[in-house]
């Protein structure tokens, strides 16, 4: 793992780093913002997964996690959407036919492809659950039996997927405007499609929805979805996952926030209040 910067913030470090992936064949670049604390302290691991068109880059430099993070003592973890680097393997890592926003490069969705040409890199699911979670153990103060996960939009897709599914190692689930069933908006369509083919029992386990259908329980999961959020209504639709939660009795809080869009704006106002909501589920209040 190389460090490729390192910053005092809050009275802990801001790092980006990069390393060699072996679930994606390249490179990879991830941040990490470890808060002050005593010597030889373990600290819980807050996992943030971005949205369409992010890198690492965007929630640490907007999502204003670090104030909150210093003062609760939470590593805060940020990896990258996507696969990136020079076109190998028929364009698989390169950007996709259309040069699309919302389909291959940064927007790896949280799966492992199954379907040439992205199956031999876009493995973000192995990525961020496997690869990612021993490396930072290896090489931060991580607590890695309190973990816990939060994401936005596409990211926010990934947190519940991947919460619902590794329902005992993240003690927290929370999302800032998520994806709750790619299954049923374009967004998700195309790129389960394009990634996992027409197997729909595939489909059905990257879908919050279809998985909490198909009897994934965690005890709570908090949302935060913006009232003019030009997504809403044809991409996200968080009364699908209202209506999920209370058939399959999960306590979900969802707030609705009046006049909010889709933007770090938006995520930014409410990351104090998610980071303590984590806090509180990862022994930290
Ligand atoms: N057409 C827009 C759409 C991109 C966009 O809004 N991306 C969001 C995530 S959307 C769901 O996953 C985002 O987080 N953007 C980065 C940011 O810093 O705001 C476009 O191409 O910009």
Redo the contacts with the bound molecule.
């Keep these: 793992m190389e460090q490729v910067s390192a910053s005092k913030a809050f009275g802990g470090v801001q790092g980006v780093y990069r390393h060699a992936s072996g679930s994606t064949g390249t490179d990879m670049t991830f941040s990490v913002y470890v808060p002050p604390h005593d010597e030889g302290a373990k600290l819980p691991v807050v996992w943030y997964l971005?949205?369409?068109?992010?890198t690492h880059a965007?929630v640490t430099e907007?999502g204003e996690f670090r104030a909150a993070c210093a003062e609760l003592g939470l590593i805060f973890v940020a990896p990258d959407t996507s696969p990136r680097g020079p076109d190998r393997n028929g364009g698989a890592v390169a950007d996709d036919p259309q040069g699309a926003?919302?389909f291959g490069l940064g927007?790896g969705f949280y799966v492992d492809a199954t379907q040439a040409p992205f199956a031999a890199h876009y493995r973000m699911w192995s990525y961020v659950t496997r690869e990612l979670p021993a490396l930072v153990a290896a090489n931060f103060p991580a607590d890695m039996a309190r973990q816990s996960i939060m994401g936005?939009?596409?990211?926010?897709h990934g947190a519940l997927t991947i919460g619902l599914t590794h329902a005992a190692r993240y003690k927290a689930v929370s999302a800032f405007?998520p994806?709750v069933a790619p299954g049923q908006v374009p967004?998700g369509r195309k790129a389960l499609a394009g990634y996992l083919g027409d197997d729909q029992a595939a489909w059905r386990r990257h879908d919050a929805v279809a998985l909490i259908e198909d009897g994934a329980r965690v005890p709570a999961l908090l949302v935060d979805q913006g009232t003019a959020d030009n997504?809403l209504e044809q991409?996200l639709r968080p009364e699908l996952l209202k209506a999920a939660c209370e058939a399959a009795g999960i306590d979900l809080t969802l707030n609705l926030r009046e006049g909010y869009d889709?933007?770090?704006y938006f995520i930014s106002t409410f990351m104090a209040d998610h980071l303590r909501w984590h806090a509180a589920r990862l022994g930290r209040d």
């Design positions: 971005s949205g369409l068109t992010c965007n907007k926003y919302d927007a936005h939009s596409m990211g926010g405007a994806i967004w997504f991409e889709h933007s770090y």
